[in-house]
């Protein structure tokens, strides 16, 4: 079992009752008593913020419902509904890693971009924003187009994406802002794909020594200020990104990424795969919009230092 180590001091400090908020397969997610979302998460998925990974296979066998209270103290958390209780002394403490990339030339990012781009176009699921990049190449080979409500997103997508690459390259705070609220919320399902896109561009702006500060900063404010925008699930989830804050894959990936520093793109590219794997296959297009995101963010960063 792990749990995150801010959920520990969380616990210790704000322990009463809380509500199961949705019930999954794979995870249960409970609105905490401080106001919170928190996970328990099955052992197959990797350590995230806000998470505990149990040694449950099934959480919707459990018998826990959605409005089902839940009881969080420094012992655990229980549920009188389902008699059960998630019992956390012993649990191993999980840290999000921090990358320091100032140590990382110029050239080894224009590396690891172009290492991640090929691998994310060999590879990814189109559907979000692979989808808005790929219209035209699925229209010409004459697969059935999308539909009206489709194409509108992919359209927005693809204008805000540019919008706020275009404003980041700039440095202008505001448009950055204003982009990054068109992304916020724009795509279907749990995490839209706009927000998994800020998500990876987040993740790299927090790290220590990027000069993606002013994207970082205009990304935290147009967070804090629109929770009403976008899920609940994907609102917690962009929040922790701002802050560097991500689920394992994530960051072991980045730390791949930055470990064989001397390769070739090619070379490169062949280690990264088995994480790249691991990493689209969060959700159904999760992964792919994620990794955009901080594919962009290293094309933006590369470029910004050679502008410096």
């Not at 806000?50 to 959605?66: K, L, P």
């Not at 009188?80 to 140590?103: H, M, N, Q, Y």
């Not at 489709?150 to 440095?171: F, K, M, P, S, W």
């Not at 792919?288 to 590369?302: H, K, M, N």
């Amino acid at each position: 079992m792990s749990i995150d180590s801010a959920l520990v001091t969380a616990l210790r400090e704000t322990p009463g009752t809380g509500k199961v908020y949705s019930v999954f397969e794979r995870a249960i997610n409970i609105l905490a008593p401080w106001g919170q979302l928190v996970t328990l998460a099955a052992r197959r998925l990797d350590d995230a913020p806000w998470t505990i990974r149990a040694e449950v296979r099934d959480w919707s066998s459990t018998g826990i419902q959605a409005g089902d209270p839940a009881d969080f103290s420094a012992r655990g958390i229980s549920f009188d509904s389902a008699d059960t209780l998630v019992l956390l002394p012993g649990a191993r403490e999980w840290f999000a890693k921090r990358i320091p990339l100032a140590d990382i030339t110029t050239a080894e990012l224009a590396s690891g971009a172009t290492a991640l781009g090929g691998l994310l176009e060999a590879h990814g699921v189109r559907g979000g924003i692979l989808a808005a990049s790929a219209a035209d190449d699925a229209a010409s080979a004459g697969a059935s187009g999308p539909t009206a409500f489709d194409a509108g997103i992919a359209q927005g997508l693809r204008a805000a994406r540019e919008a706020l690459e275009t404003a980041v390259r700039a440095g202008d705070s505001a448009a950055i802002g204003e982009a990054a609220l068109q992304l916020l919320g724009l795509g279907s399902g749990l995490t839209p794909a706009g927000d998994d896109f800020l998500c990876g561009l987040a993740l790299l702006a927090a790290q220590p020594g990027s000069r993606l500060g002013a994207a970082r900063g205009a990304l935290a404010a147009v967070v804090a200020q629109h929770a009403d925008r976008t899920t609940l699930l994907s609102w917690t989830t962009l929040r922790e990104a701002v802050d560097g804050r991500v689920r394992e894959s994530l960051l072991e990936l980045l730390n791949q990424l930055f470990r064989r520093r001397a390769e070739d793109p090619a070379g490169l590219a062949r280690h990264l795969r088995a994480p790249v794997d691991r990493a689209l296959g969060i959700g159904h297009t999760s992964g792919t919009d994620i990794l955009s995101g901080l594919l962009a963010g290293l094309r933006l960063e590369t470029e910004l230092r050679g502008s410096m």
